[in-house]
């Protein structure tokens, strides 16, 4: 066994998006390609030489093969130690409650997260830092700064190892653990939630479906939902996680998990229906014939967290991503308590977390978590929403319209319009910029703008500054929107439109969203031109 120094060249492409790195697998397939990324991130993570390390994925298509050659590299580099999920597999969250179980240096993820898996299609890897979450940015610039000068990496000579037999083995002097990637998470839901509750809810007769859509979750909800909790089994539908997910896209919302909602719909048998997906960090909520919008899930977690024991004590504040409906902003003002508006993608709520300056926080893109991670949690929403579901004795849709009656709603939807041209793309946002001073103080159909902003946030606790962060118009009746591009695509550029009215007096018979909400849509199409700019008539997608 050989530690080898491979000479190299920079490929100048590896610039880490809203969560890391991610391309299409043939890309990451190129000689070197995944080397010089992950020698990269070891060389700016230094030093790592007798650390302790996690590694695992959703198990996409290249995850294992990934892993051996990140193994070799590690071994490599002196690592002391890495825990790797048997078969490679770990979900995002479970990744981050194992580094910060074993208080392990950080943790490398591989994931494209919702993104489709398969030979042609996407393969993704970020680097999570000591306290679980994803590096910050100033971290991945450097990665990606290295990564254009890089000359060499190192890495063992050695055989695969056995990533399927639970247990300790070795890579030159590197001690490997091949651990259960279930049972570290089970036991921290097990502390959060009230089981005895939920499980006394199942015996019962409650009845639900959780879609891991061929993805990480599957043996997760299996383990915890059917075997912990006693629910019915054939609860989790397609439930093996599979390398190409089964074909499907593994994105919960109501376009990709329609297997799911067609059994919410109609006369349904069951009460409650969820969704993750890929690598276990994002979640949908369904009831009968009903969608729980993520932003109003995070409000009601937040007007409720107190009931279950996890968060018995209060919430220390609440924090959203700028798209995300302002629904949580209510309840904080009614807790008395502080919410912080961020920038989009997880690593901006780590810091506020870690000082504890929130315990709840989410995106409207169906990611919810508190301070038990440092990422979002798929499987963990869906256990609070069961808790809360166990607690309350009432329907989804009772619910979510009781706390609309008490806290009004906010009307909200995302137009997505996927794979327009670059160019295009960042022609309109930078039209969009220019005519911010021109649009201050305007009035279209009776929505006056109050204020309008490139959205920049100076992180409150290491005063770090992100710009650029999307373009919002705040309306003087509250309704607002928001253009960004998004930074995981990987086809050309995705605009995403987000549209949002807050009627403060609800009745418990609402209106249709894309009805109250057409002016507002209608406005936010002609000022950006999307249209004439894009050529495209309607949204691909519309959450
Ligand atoms: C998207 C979501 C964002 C989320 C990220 C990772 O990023 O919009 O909220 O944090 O995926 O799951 P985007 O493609 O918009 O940059
Ligand atoms: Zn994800």
Redesign the pocket.
């Known amino acids: 066994m050989k530690i080898q120094t491979i000479a190299t060249q920079p490929f100048n492409d590896q610039k880490p998006?809203?969560?890391g790195l991610r391309k299409k697998v043939k890309i990451f397939q190129q000689p070197h390609y995944l080397e010089n990324f992950v020698q990269s991130i070891f060389h700016i993570a230094s030093p790592i030489a007798g650390q302790l390390l996690v590694v695992g994925g959703d198990g996409r298509y290249y995850n294992k093969q990934a892993i051996q050659i990140i193994l070799k590299m590690a071994a490599a580099q002196g690592v002391a130690k890495i825990l790797v999920g048997q078969n490679g597999l770990l979900s995002t969250p479970a990744v981050s409650a194992l580094i910060r179980k074993q208080k392990a240096a950080g943790g490398l993820i591989l994931s494209a997260?919702?993104n489709p898996g398969g030979p042609d299609e996407d393969f993704g890897i970020k680097f999570n830092i000591q306290n679980g979450g994803p590096a910050p940015t100033s971290f991945t610039e450097a990665v990606y700064k290295y990564s254009n000068n890089i000359s060499s990496y190192k890495i063992l000579e050695t055989a695969d190892i056995d990533l399927n037999t639970l247990g300790p083995s070795k890579m030159g002097d590197m001690q490997i653990e091949v651990v259960d990637p279930v049972s570290n998470y089970a036991a921290l839901m097990a502390h959060l939630f009230d089981f005895n509750r939920i499980k006394s809810m199942f015996d019962s007769g409650f009845s639900m479906r959780f879609d891991a859509m061929h993805a990480i979750t599957g043996p997760y909800a299996v383990e915890i939902l059917e075997n912990v909790l006693g629910a019915a089994p054939g609860t989790v539908i397609n439930a093996v996680p599979l390398e190409d997910f089964g074909g499907g896209h593994p994105d919960p919302n109501l376009k990709h998990a329609h297997e799911l909602v067609k059994l919410l719909s109609g006369n349904s048998a069951h009460s409650f229906g969820a969704a993750s997906d890929g690598d276990g960090?994002?979640n949908m909520i369904l009831g009968q014939n009903f969608f729980v919008t993520p932003s109003d899930s995070l409000a009601i977690m937040a007007a409720n967290a107190h009931l279950l024991p996890g968060y018995k004590n209060g919430l220390s504040g609440v924090a959203r991503?700028m798209p995300t409906s302002t629904a949580v902003d209510k309840v904080a003002e009614k807790l008395g308590i502080e919410c912080y508006e961020t920038p989009?993608?997880?690593k901006f709520f780590g810091n506020l977390l870690d000082d504890n300056k929130i315990t709840l926080c989410g995106?409207?893109?169906f990611?919810s978590g508190s301070d038990h991670v440092r990422e979002k949690d798929g499987l963990w929403a869906v256990l609070f929403w069961l808790n809360l579901l166990a607690i309350k004795k009432q329907s989804v849709s009772r619910i979510v319209t009781e706390h609309w009656a008490r806290f009004g709603r906010n009307y909200y939807c995302r137009h997505d319009y996927e794979a327009i041209d670059s160019q295009v793309a960042n022609d309109l946002m930078q039209y969009l910029l220019q005519s911010l001073s021109e649009l201050q103080g305007q009035t279209f159909n009776n929505y006056t703008i109050e204020m309008c902003d490139d959205f920049s946030y100076t992180d409150p606790v290491d005063n770090s500054i992100s710009d650029h962060q999307g373009i919002r118009l705040l309306f003087s009746d509250g309704s607002r929107i928001v253009y960004?591009l998004?930074?995981?695509?990987t086809e050309g550029a995705?605009l995403?439109v987000y549209i949002e009215k807050f009627e403060p007096e609800v009745s418990l018979q609402s209106g249709e969203t894309q009805q109250v909400l057409a002016d507002l849509i209608e406005i936010a199409n002609n000022i950006a031109q999307i249209h004439t700019r894009t050529g495209r008539t309607d949204p691909d997608v519309i959450t």
């Not at 998004?486 to 695509?489: F, I, L």
């Open positions: 998006g809203t969560s997260s919702h960090d994002r991503s989009t993608g997880w995106e409207e893109s990611g960004r998004s930074g995981t695509g995705t995403r």
